[in-house]
């Protein structure tokens, strides 16, 4: 099912949760709704459930206006934060809970749920679970229990709002995995919520990035990172360095040296700031007369594949975050206080937002 939603606003007394917000969801595809705790994430997957109602716009299921559409209408399944499982039913109950509730004319046969409830309980790889009660599960097992429960119903739309934001981080990573693996065998066209960026870019076909009820930038994980359409974006998706300076023809002349910067396209001087991920600087021993940031090591963290260094710059003092190889740092052999030269080898600014 492919879904649309066009112009929708969505008020909670005077705080605007949705602002004339515009979007559409691919048949088939696996979108992350992505953003900061207040963002309206969470209300744009209620209203197109039909959970919520929008004070304007509208909602379009397969090009058919929905927003009058009842959320049983609506062929919606829906997997919570909180799992949301009957205490009291066993697993099985549980998943054949939707099934046993439809009207008697389209009701399956008791041999038809249990064959259903069984082959969902294979999918989600817990068909050893059947007979155990909710209390009984880990808290990655219930969730997978959730997904089944929504998927018995054949939806044609797959809604899941934070899901495994309960769980402790190793859980996450294993459920993040499972759930596309699942999605590529499935292909419900499914829409998830989370304020989790490595989920959001390891597990989405497209991520739709939400700030203040408004959309910053919707594109495949790839783009939003390498690409981000405005600072905020730059911002919410890892870490990155601030550098303030006035840009002119190609520079960014700041306190602490000259950076060229990768696309500015503005011919007129300005103020304004440079963006750069720590992945994205060249550390060098300093020499008299070096190109770029001279600064000092603060202190690094070297663990593993990759160093993360903490550099103070001189002149103005700021800290500079850079990420290098363990194998490089191992080369240049730094120490607390060692003075280095750093380069950016991207700067990316944007004219539009002065410093």
Same mark, same amino acid.
């Given at each position: ?233 730059? +911002?919410? =998706?890892?870490?990155?360095? &601030?550098?303030?300076? @006035?840009?002119? !023809?190609?520079? #960014?002349? $700041? ?61 103005? +003092?700021? =800290?500079?975050?850079?990420? &290098?190889?363990?194998? @490089?740092?191992? !080369?240049?052999? #730094?120490? $607390? ?19």
């Amino acid at each position: 099912m492919s879904i649309e939603v066009k112009n929708i606003g969505k008020h909670f007394g005077n705080f605007v949760a949705l602002n004339n917000v515009s979007l559409e969801f691919a048949t088939g595809e696996l979108t992350a709704l992505l953003g900061p705790s207040g963002c309206g994430k969470t209300t744009l997957l209620r209203v197109i459930a039909g959970l919520e109602q929008a004070d304007q716009g509208q909602v379009i299921l397969d090009g058919e206006d929905a927003s009058v559409r009842h959320v049983r209408e609506r062929q919606v399944g829906f997997v919570f934060q909180h799992y949301a499982l009957f205490k009291h039913m066993s697993v099985f109950e549980n998943i054949a809970f939707g099934l046993r509730v439809k009207p008697r004319a389209i009701r399956p046969s008791e041999t038809q749920i249990r064959e259903k409830v069984m082959r969902l309980l294979s999918l989600v790889q817990l068909d050893w679970l059947a007979d155990r009660y909710p209390s009984q599960l880990s808290g990655g097992q219930r969730q997978r229990i959730a997904l089944a429960r929504a998927l018995a119903v054949e939806p044609r739309v797959l809604l899941l709002d934070e899901p495994f934001g309960a769980l402790d981080a190793k859980v996450r990573k294993e459920l993040r995995r499972w759930l596309r693996q699942l999605h590529d065998e499935l292909h419900v066209t499914s829409i998830f919520v989370t304020h989790d960026q490595e989920e959001a870019l390891e597990v989405a076909d497209r991520v739709v990035l939400m700030n203040k009820g408004k959309v910053e930038q919707v594109g495949t994980p790839e783009e939003v990172y390498n690409y981000p359409a405005s600072p905020f974006v730059y +911002g919410f =998706l890892g870490n990155v360095n &601030l550098f303030h300076g @006035r840009a002119h !023809q190609g520079v #960014l002349n $700041t306190a602490g040296g000259a950076l060229p910067i990768s696309d500015l396209t503005a011919t007129r001087e300005l103020e304004t700031v440079g963006y750069v991920r720590p992945h994205e600087l060249d550390i060098e021993h300093y020499t008299p007369g070096a190109e770029g940031i001279v600064a000092q090591l603060k202190r690094a963290h070297a663990i593993g594949p990759l160093a993360q260094l903490e550099l103070e710059a001189d002149g103005d +003092g700021r =800290l500079i975050e850079a990420v &290098l190889s363990s194998e @490089r740092f191992a !080369q240049l052999q #730094l120490k $607390t206080g060692s003075s280095v030269v750093v380069r950016p080898r991207r700067v990316r600014v944007f004219p539009d937002h002065a410093a």
